[in-house]
């Protein structure tokens, strides 16, 4: 049997994704070097050229590709704080121009910002899914009602959202012979200390603040079950500082991404997750 088709063909579907791997790292080096973040530029570009499947036939290129990637990962870590600081800077050098002029905002500024809105959604994905998802989703037309609806009960994890559907399920009699009650509405919200990413609640504080929450209980037999429903805008202020890390600083001016809502760039929506929960289950506890 002839291999020499097999092998063609499994090195198309190799480059093929070499090619696409490259390509995030590609457009993150553009958006450094569009944000003034440099050495953030050269550390993706790097990336992007160690994946990239061009003269990968060559030995020597091989080679230099292979020694320079064992040196890439250490050298980012190392280089972390420096990127971290030439994004604050950045941030804060745009968070002196009057946000209410968007004049003043070039298209260079509003595309590096929307960069930014990216980066902060992709790698934050990993740690704070929900706060990433809502912050890409502003990226695309919500529809005419715009609202987005999650089923989803992750929010239990939070203590400030688990103790007010603790209450409300505490205060329901088994002997009650209600069929239903109700409860809320009922305002929930986090003190902005808390987005900072080392606190517990910060996952839920970056995706759930100002929370409104209603919920309806069912009698099923000696249980009640309860229909959880909260929802908050997804929408950027006018004006607010947020500390993501402390050392490094790394803040960043929420205001900026309002200047990309007022110009159409990013669709504010409202967010309303659902969930079922027995008034006996062990996570209320």
Do not use: C
């Amino acid at each position: 049997m002839n291999s020499g088709p097999v092998m063609r063909l499994l090195g198309v579907v190799l480059n093929s994704m070499l090619f696409l791997a490259a390509v995030p790292f590609l457009l993150f080096a553009g958006w450094g070097l569009l944000f003034s973040v440099p050495t953030l530029a050269i550390v993706a570009f790097t990336a992007a050229w160690i994946l990239f499947p061009l003269f990968n036939n060559i030995k020597a290129v091989r080679v230099l590709k292979l020694g320079v990637s064992f040196v890439l990962v250490p050298a980012t870590l190392a280089l972390a704080p420096m990127m971290v600081q030439e994004i604050d800077q950045k941030v804060e050098l745009l968070s002196r121009k009057p946000r209410n002029d968007l004049t003043v905002f070039t298209l260079q500024d509003k595309v590096g910002i929307y960069g930014l809105n990216i980066v902060m959604g992709a790698v934050g994905f990993p740690l704070y899914p929900e706060a990433a998802r809502a912050t890409l989703f502003m990226m695309f037309d919500p529809g005419p009602f715009a609202r987005r609806v999650f089923d989803s009960d992750f929010g239990l994890g939070s203590y400030k959202l688990k103790g007010v559907v603790r209450d409300f399920a505490a205060g329901l009699a088994q002997g009650d012979s209600a069929a239903s009650a109700g409860y809320g509405p009922v305002g929930i919200e986090w003190n902005r200390s808390q987005y900072r990413l080392t606190d517990p609640e910060a996952r839920y504080a970056l995706a759930l603040n100002q929370t409104k929450l209603t919920a309806r209980a069912e009698r099923r037999g000696r249980r009640w079950l309860i229909d959880v429903k909260h929802e908050m805008e997804v929408s950027y202020p006018e004006s607010a500082y947020v500390t993501l890390i402390g050392r490094p600083r790394l803040r960043v001016e929420e205001g900026l991404f309002r200047v990309l809502q007022n110009s159409g760039w990013l669709y504010p929506y409202t967010a309303e997750y659902r969930f079922l929960v027995y008034s006996d289950d062990p996570r209320l506890k």
